[in-house]
């Protein structure tokens, strides 16, 4: 069965503080992972794409990773404004139709950054 | 308006009622969704609209209905609903549904307390 699995489920920093999120992946197939970011009482925006092992993507404090089995999204030194939950979703490879090109969500990362 | 919006923002309504949750993108995109997220648990898909064709039903139960009059437009029709049917309701669209290149944009969602 395809499954998303993000850890941990809450991170407290302090602003400065680098630290990393990660999304464990087992899938079937995989098209492409995807991290977005959610606020409180907010729909998920859209953060990054990646689509094969080593790729590493970048916007401003955040970096994503990708390898075989998981994603790492790292945050260097983080301002309080970074603060949010953090969902990672894989799309996966089907060979029949229906749920090609669907999502599969973790439960997501919440990150709070203190002052 | 640009992206997805989504009316109402915040709904109560009692298991005996009927009402609807409005979504619109403003994105020029081909496929919409839509997604229920409830605490502690991942995004779960609920039925996927590619040209106005409903191409989904994850086994969503019928008090739930949908209706894609045309692709700007997407409505979730609800009646005789639960207390566990409470949560946010996201709509998403993308400019097709089978590529990771088609990035999912949310709206900011409805949330729904059933009474």
């Known amino acids: 069965e395809d499954q998303v699995t993000q850890s941990p489920e809450a991170l407290r920093l302090q602003e400065g503080e680098s630290s990393s999120l990660n999304c464990s992946y087992t899938?079937?197939?995989?098209?492409?992972l995807f991290w977005y970011r959610q606020d409180p009482g907010k729909g998920p925006e859209f953060l990054f794409t990646?689509?094969?092992a080593g790729e590493e993507k970048e916007k401003e404090r955040l970096k994503a990773t990708l390898t075989k089995k998981e994603s790492f999204l790292h945050i260097t030194a983080p301002k309080p404004e970074d603060s949010a939950t953090y969902l990672c979703?894989?799309?996966?490879?089907?060979?029949?139709?229906?749920?090609?090109?669907?999502?599969?969500f973790g439960k997501g990362t919440k990150l709070s950054v203190k002052p | 308006e640009t992206g997805v919006t989504q009316t109402p923002r915040h709904l109560v309504m009692g298991m005996t009622n009927k009402k609807s949750l409005k979504c619109e993108q403003h994105?020029?995109?081909?496929?919409m969704y839509w997604y229920k997220q409830s605490a502690k648990k991942p995004l779960e898909l609920m039925f996927v609209?590619?040209?106005?064709?409903?191409?989904e039903n994850n086994s969503v139960p019928s008090r739930f209905s949908p209706e894609c009059p045309n692709s700007s437009h997407l409505f979730l029709h609800l009646h005789t609903l639960q207390p566990e049917d409470s949560a946010l309701y996201l709509c998403?669209?993308?400019?097709?549904?089978?590529?990771?290149?088609?990035?999912?944009?949310f709206g900011p969602g409805t949330r729904l307390t059933v009474l």
């Open positions: 998403a669209s993308s400019p097709r549904r089978t590529s990771p290149s088609d990035t999912q944009y």
């Open positions: 899938v079937s197939g995989l098209r492409g």
């Open positions: 990646l689509y094969s």
């Open positions: 979703a894989v799309q996966v490879l089907k060979n029949y139709g229906g749920s090609q090109g669907n999502l599969i």
């Open positions: 994105l020029g995109h081909n496929a």
């Open positions: 609209y590619s040209l106005e064709e409903r191409v």
